[in-house]
């Protein structure tokens, strides 16, 4: 079952800031946050995930509200290549798998 | 990060036939690999998991005798289709990880069409 809730599709202007929101109400205190993204017609590519302190890395900022029942993907500078469908996904330490849910697709408009 | 490569990106194959796809990853020695499967406007569905050397766990409605797997090294994992028939027409993604790490890594996909 999904953990996570999301946005069914959002639009971004190139060049601007695309800021993705999640829900995890339900998030225990050991799962982390991981956002995949996927390609029209090619395999989920890891962005970042992060457990409760807000992470940054090349791709994405991940901003994790204090009480962890939301988060949001932030791509800083949109471009055209951006657009694809994004998953946000809780995962224990313990658990195998990565469940995907519907994800959001996110169109990045010239 | 890690690389992940599935071969072959498509195939075409004829109703009763089997389809074996290879997953591989590339830089680092994947302890757990997963296979799903994603149909059109779909998201994707786990269909098993498989650990080096053991036998893959499937899930629930995935049947295993028509979707075998073997991991058999830290490096290669591949799922054959048997008796392969247009309901099975589908995206095959494998994805891989490492004993220990966090994220898992996913290749590019295989596009099987059964005709």
């Known amino acids: 079952d999904a953990k996570t809730t999301q946005p069914t599709s959002m639009d971004c202007a190139e060049g601007r800031a695309a800021n993705l929101p999640c829900n995890h109400s339900?998030?225990?205190?050991?799962?982390?946050v991981y956002w995949y993204r996927q390609i029209h017609s090619q395999g989920p590519q890891y962005i970042i995930h992060g457990l409760k302190n807000n992470e940054t890395n090349e791709m994405a900022s991940l901003i994790i509200t204090e009480d962890r029942k939301s988060s949001t993907l932030i791509l800083p500078h949109a471009t055209l290549r951006d657009t694809a469908v994004y998953y946000c996904i809780v995962r224990g330490t313990g658990a195998n798998n990565l469940f995907f849910g519907t994800g959001t697709r996110l169109t990045v408009i010239p | 990060g890690a690389v992940v490569s599935q071969h072959p990106s498509w195939v075409i194959c004829k109703s009763g036939t089997s389809v074996k796809i290879e997953c591989r990853s590339l830089?680092?020695?994947?302890?757990?690999m997963f296979w799903y499967r994603q149909f059109p406007k779909q998201s994707l569905m786990l269909m098993a998991t498989?650990?080096?050397?053991?036998?893959?766990?499937?899930e629930q409605g995935v049947e295993k005798d028509k979707f075998l797997i073997n991991h058999a090294s830290l490096t290669l994992s591949t799922l054959t289709v048997t008796s392969a028939h247009p309901e099975d027409s589908s995206f095959y993604i494998c994805?891989?990880?490492?004993?220990?790490?966090?994220?898992?890594?996913f290749g590019q996909g295989t596009r099987l069409t059964v005709v």
């Open positions: 498989s650990n080096e050397g053991s036998k893959a766990t499937y």
């Open positions: 994805s891989a990880r490492t004993q220990g790490a966090t994220e898992a890594f």
């Open positions: 830089d680092f020695q994947a302890t757990t």
């Open positions: 339900t998030i225990s205190g050991n799962e982390y």
